[in-house]
């Protein structure tokens, strides 16, 4: 009776309350049941991503019939169960998959729709670090952004998960590429994946060194003072996205140039989207990312990989910010 029970529970990162790092500990919860769209996926590798920072912290919650307290938004592992209207997949095969929340498990439950193939000769840990950051990229900097090829194309952040995945796909789809980055390493690290420029800000002013240039697209999480410099940057129908405002969500701009330039300023969130929309861009990324990464147009940059049980050790290193590219979870 006692192994039945056993083998019904899994080991998960819990937010045990609102908190710094060592709020996350290691519990047992019950594997989650699948619903007839839902695989169980086993996880071998989980991502970790500033959204899960804000989940502990107490100020991003998770959507309903999401674990409310169990982080993680992007998974690569082992298809262990198929719910009964699943069609592509079956057990044993390698996904990786974009979920709300759940990911800091030994199983996590996904949308059939929602997952794409471990991309070949790809290790679990590099095929986990993918699902955020590039569904992230696609929406706001190819779909609200239109880049297109022979544009120009300021990412604020390029060291960061979403920065090294824009700077790649950007360049990938044929656009000049800027980037601003925090040390003279993590911006060697940007020109090493693509960027044409990238601006050290703790040295250099971004908008005086990119003045003359000018920029088509800006993918911005600093928010601030960020605002009115890359608002004075744009192009006539240029585009400003937002994902974040890390320094802020309000700053002082003036208004007459957005009209005089035609601009068009928005922004999005992800984890929240209906599932249906977010099957759609699964899609999208299957159909035109994919390719990239299979045919090695586009790489992994993982900085660290920690066992699961150390995870508050991932977290306290994701906010010291030296890292560049992602910090998974490991499983074994």
């Not at 912290?57 to 209207?85: H, M, R, S, T, W």
């Not at 974040?244 to 999005?268: C, P, Q, Y």
């Not at 990464?293 to 050790?313: H, T």
Request: glycine share 8%; hydrophobic share 45%.
């Amino acid at each position: 009776m006692q192994r039945a029970i056993i083998k019904n529970f899994m080991k998960a990162v819990v937010i045990t309350q609102a908190g710094p790092p060592e709020v996350l500990q290691i519990q047992d919860r019950p594997i989650p049941a699948i619903s007839p769209n839902d695989v169980l996926i086993k996880v071998y590798a989980s991502g970790v991503n500033r959204p899960d920072i804000a989940q502990r912290k107490g100020v991003y919650p998770a959507p309903a019939g999401v674990p409310a307290n169990v982080p993680g938004l992007e998974i690569a592992g082992v298809i262990d169960q198929c719910g009964e209207d699943v069609v592509r997949w079956k057990k044993g095969d390698a996904v990786c998959a974009l979920v709300a929340g759940g990911g800091y498990a030994e199983y996590v439950v996904a949308n059939a729709a929602h997952c794409l193939p471990v991309p070949k000769a790809w290790s679990f840990a590099d095929a986990c670090s993918l699902p955020e950051t590039i569904f992230t990229v696609w929406h706001n900097v190819f779909q609200r952004g239109r880049l297109t090829a022979g544009e120009t194309f300021l990412v604020h952040g390029g060291s960061s998960g979403i920065g090294i995945t824009a700077i790649q796909l950007a360049k990938a789809f044929g656009a000049k590429v800027f980037a601003t980055a925090g040390t003279d390493d993590k911006c060697k690290a940007c020109i090493s994946l693509g960027a044409d420029i990238c601006v050290n800000y703790k040295k250099d002013d971004f908008e005086q060194v990119l003045k003359n240039y000018g920029v088509d697209v800006v993918l911005d999480m600093v928010g601030g003072d960020y605002i009115p410099k890359n608002i004075r940057l744009l192009k006539t129908e240029g585009r400003l996205v937002f994902i974040n405002a890390m320094k802020g969500g309000e700053s002082a701009f003036k208004v007459s140039d957005i009209m005089h330039k035609r601009l068009t300023i928005t922004g999005s969130t992800l984890r929240n989207r209906e599932p249906a929309f977010k099957a759609q861009l699964t899609a999208e990324v299957e159909k035109y990312v994919w390719p990239l990464v299979e045919g090695e147009k586009f790489r992994a940059v993982v900085y660290k990989q920690f066992p699961l049980e150390d995870a508050a050790a991932a977290h306290i290193l994701m906010e010291s910010s030296e890292h560049i590219g992602k910090i998974v979870l490991v499983n074994k």
